[in-house]
């Protein structure tokens, strides 16, 4: 097994090529509906409740293309409700954990959340808090790991939470933690706003990075990670297994190794 990648010490924002390349979007929209026949070849939802949070200064709107998905596979998807994210304000948290524990009493099961972005951290943080009423994480796209500056949204997260964004935060230290369920997060090389590199799990029995090929604003609909979303939701709570690509589509998928949090204070960047 080829070892651990560790973050750079210097970790920047995605350069401006891939940011430019965020226009695949709608083209990632248009592959998830082409591929909707095959869908078909999943393995059937089996009803439980998943909890889904948009990205940042997103609403729940963006998340339909993937409720619907999640829906039509023979889930129970529930919207965030709490319109656009502008950052873990206060009240946030309370009220997403609030909501889980809801929604988790009213099926009489565990609960599975999906995050977006920043959303993903929300699920992460939800899941440290009530773990018993959650039954896996996905996040698509989120920057747990890292520098905190090292994406090109810093400064609209700074501007919309008034949270000022520093490595010396005991929080991000915190966030780097993996919940402890069964966490999958799927990150893409190809990424223009958050650097691939600070979406990897560190090694754990229960973590897992895959690596797909796709956009920041184009993962809650590539059909890769909605592949994705769909196989790790399958999974019966407590028989929980790492990722195995289907032999015939491997190239699509990379699974990468845990990361090695760097310990390494970065230089602020204006």
Not at 215 to 222: E, R
Not at 238 to 264: D, Q, Y
């Amino acid at each position: 097994m080829p070892p651990p990648e560790s973050h750079p010490a210097d970790p920047k924002a995605p350069n401006a090529l891939l940011l430019l390349m965020e226009g695949r979007a709608p083209w990632e929209l248009a592959a998830a509906i082409a591929a909707a026949p095959f869908y078909n070849r999943l393995p059937p939802g089996d009803g439980h409740p998943v909890l889904v949070f948009p990205g940042l200064s997103a609403p729940d709107i963006t998340t339909l293309p993937l409720r619907t998905f999640l829906r039509s596979r023979g889930y129970t998807p529930y919207e965030w409700e709490q319109g656009f994210n502008l950052g873990p304000r206060e009240g946030v948290l309370e009220r997403c954990r609030e909501r889980t524990e809801i929604l988790a009493q009213k099926h009489g099961e565990t609960v599975s959340l999906v995050g977006w972005s920043l959303g993903g951290i929300y699920a992460r943080e939800i899941a440290k808090e009530v773990p018993q009423h959650t039954r896996c994480v996905i996040t698509l796209g989120t920057p747990f790991s890292g520098h905190p500056r090292a994406n090109n949204a810093w400064r609209l997260y700074e501007y919309l939470s008034g949270h000022k964004l520093s490595e010396a935060d005991p929080l991000i230290d915190q966030v780097r933690q993996a919940p402890p369920v069964p966490t999958t997060s799927v990150y893409s090389r190809t990424d223009g706003v958050v650097s691939w590199r600070c979406s990897l799990n560190e090694a754990s029995p229960l973590t897992e990075n895959i690596g797909i090929h796709a956009s920041h604003f184009g993962l809650g609909m590539n059909p890769l990670a909605l592949y994705i979303v769909a196989d790790r939701l399958a999974q019966k709570p407590g028989a929980w297994r790492p990722f195995e690509a289907p032999s015939a589509a491997r190239w699509l998928f990379k699974t990468t190794p845990g990361a090695a949090v760097s310990t390494k204070r970065v230089p602020r960047s204006s």
